[in-house]
């Protein structure tokens, strides 16, 4: 391998995976290894020299229901990657999460029996639901790179050969993060309250979220007037989404809400307006597994779309729905989903996480299970990729 450039193919369907992309090509490079890489990515893999053949956008599509409309979209650009690599194969196909796409293009992959050996970078939640996919997942993935070390076990338990490389966002979060400083670098006042209110990055999610959140500020700020609301906008587009809601809201409500943008490639504005804020609330995904690595209280919710949530109802196999809750194996975040996620509860479990001592115990908590994800014995993801490759040399 070593008198040839390797080529390595990766697909991102979102913000996160392109982060996690954008650090894995770096990591390439750092390690001296010669590689080029082509696929599917983001605005951060794209600035590190990636060639990407579709936006990233294309594949985030959220829930069961909506995908079936973007099916024929999804299809086209799928089979647009496997012509490609059937004529020029990559030695590797890396997808990095987006389970749903990335395992079809693998599955497909490996029936052409082209060369190419395929990773799997972000476990599905085969643990949680629909947990026959893994032995499908044993059939076309050579290797599943996990964030979190109770994946390797399941894994190892169904024969797919694993390795836990750690969560990236565990090594790099500071284990001391005062809140000060992060409400300083984001220029707010330091002796303020603020609840950061984050309805998700995509389109159909602040559609469906934000009235919601909107809901739960307006009823806090009769009771609370001091305190004030950060809403973070991950590009142009939500931004307007989001400020034509927010003139929906009451006139004395408005001057205390504040919609920050993002302002660099990195999609960092969601993390920030996290890291600033005394009380976060949140869409349940990758989000509050960052709230809970920067240590900060919080309270989560997930509203799908109805039929969507009555199918994944039979298929959910564990009781928790957000990660920081998985982690510890019990109840250590609030979790409003469906009927329950309504202003009047996300209000109250908000306003519960202004008692110091209850906010505290979660925080605490927070920080046990982060000091967990980095001491765990962490394999490297790039010689994990490697050592895949050598197997046939």
Known sequence: ????????????GEVSGDTLGAKLIKSFREQGVDVEFEGIGGPQMIAEGFKSYYPMETLSVMGIVEVLKDLKKLFAVRDGLVELWTAQPVDIFIGIDAPDFNLR??????????????????????????????HGIKKTIDLVLCLFPFEKNFYEQHGVPAAFVGHPLAKQLPLDNPLIAAKQALGLDPEKTYVALLPGSRKGEVERLLP???????????????VEYLIPAINDARKTQIEAGVTQCDTNLIPKLHILENTDTE??????VMNASDIVALASGTATLEAMLLHRPMVTF??????????????????YYS???????????????????T??????????LMDIEKAQIQVMQHLCMHKRLISGDTQDPVQAILSLLKQDT
Do not use: D, H
Request: net charge positive; charged share 25%.
């Open 267 to 272: 999609s960092k504005i969601g993390r920030m």
């Open 212 to 226: 919601m959140l909107l809901g739960a500020a307006q009823i806090l700020s009769t009771k609370y007037p001091a």
């Open 323 to 341: 990660l920081p809750n998985i982690i510890a194996g019990k109840k250590v975040i609030e979790e409003l989903i469906q009927k329950q996620a």
């Open 1 to 12: 391998m070593s008198n040839r450039k390797l080529k390595i193919g990766i697909v991102v």
């Open 302 to 319: 997930y509203k799908l779309n109805a039929l969507t949530y009555f199918i994944a109802k039979f298929l959910v196999k564990i009781p």
């Open 105 to 134: 293009l693998s599955k497909t992959l490996k029936e052409k029996n082209l060369p190419i050996k395929t990773v799997q970078y972000v476990s599905p939640s085969v643990w949680a639901w629909r947990q026959g996919r893994v």
């Open 343 to 352: 202003p009047e509860r996300l209000a109250q479990e908000i306003e519960s």
